[in-house]
């Protein structure tokens, strides 16, 4: 439950770096950010968002343990283990989007302020900028590789070694039990990662923003507000 804690909290501060700005714009009227609030959500957007992104493999991880060294779980997987793995995924989250943000509002802004999007988004707001962005996007790219495809590969080799656990077990009932187990994890990741994928591992030519607004509250809102329903239907 540690893990899960740690994934509502997540859940709970992913959504309000973006909720709350948009409620006060449709309630007032008033569609304007400031510079400082705009380098602040975009900041924290992405801190949150990759550190669920590398959370979710120290969960698969522990899925592993679960499943293929369940008499070991205690010793393995210990109070300073799971804090310190915890610990990382946000460092590694934070880090990284300080980078991505740094380069992205260093950027010359002037001319159309108008941010073609509900919040605060890396390609939205340098599509904004006055000179080219080439190398921003490479930058972008390669932290994409690093929280995006690297944690998901490594949700993928700890299922295929879950898997090979579950078809040595011997009883239907069994196998039933310790699929059960990974489940939510499994339709929490898939929810997550298939928008996520999309947004930032497609080539920089297909970048729709009106498509973009309707993907990015897939994984901001709707996956939050059904990650509570997953886990409590699993119990």
Not at 55 to 65: H, K, P, Q, S, T
Not at 87 to 106: D, E, N, P, V
Not at 122 to 128: C, K, Q
Not at 189 to 208: C, E, G, L, Q
Request: proline content about 4%.
């Amino acid at each position: 439950y540690f893990l899960l804690c740690i994934l509502s909290l997540l859940d709970m501060s992913y959504i309000t770096t973006t909720m709350p700005q948009l409620l006060v714009q449709l309630l007032t009227h008033s569609q304007t950010i400031s510079f400082a609030g705009c380098w602040l959500q975009m900041f924290m957007f992405g801190a949150l968002g990759l550190t669920e992104c590398i959370l979710f493999v120290v969960m698969a991880y522990d899925r592993y343990i679960a499943i293929c060294h369940p008499l070991h779980y205690t010793v393995i997987l210990s109070w300073g283990l799971c804090a310190r793995l915890a610990a990382g995924a946000g460092a590694c989250g934070f880090i990284s989007s300080l980078i991505h943000t740094f380069f992205t509002m260093r950027l010359p802004y002037c001319g159309p302020n108008m941010v073609n999007h509900y919040l605060c988004e890396g390609p939205s707001v340098r599509s904004l900028a006055y000179m080219d962005t080439h190398l921003i996007e490479m930058v972008d790219q390669v932290i994409s590789v690093f929280v995006v495809v690297a944690p998901l590969s490594l949700i993928f080799a700890s299922y295929i070694r879950i898997g090979q656990a579950i078809l040595k077990i011997k009883s239907i009932q069994g196998r039933c039990k310790a699929f059960s187990t990974c489940a939510s994890h499994l339709t929490v990741v898939t929810f997550f990662y298939t928008p996520v994928t999309y947004m930032y591992m497609r080539p920089n030519s297909s970048y729709s923003p009106e498509q973009d607004k309707h993907v990015t509250l897939l994984y901001n809102v709707f996956n939050v507000l059904l990650n509570p329903v997953i886990y409590y239907l699993k119990k």
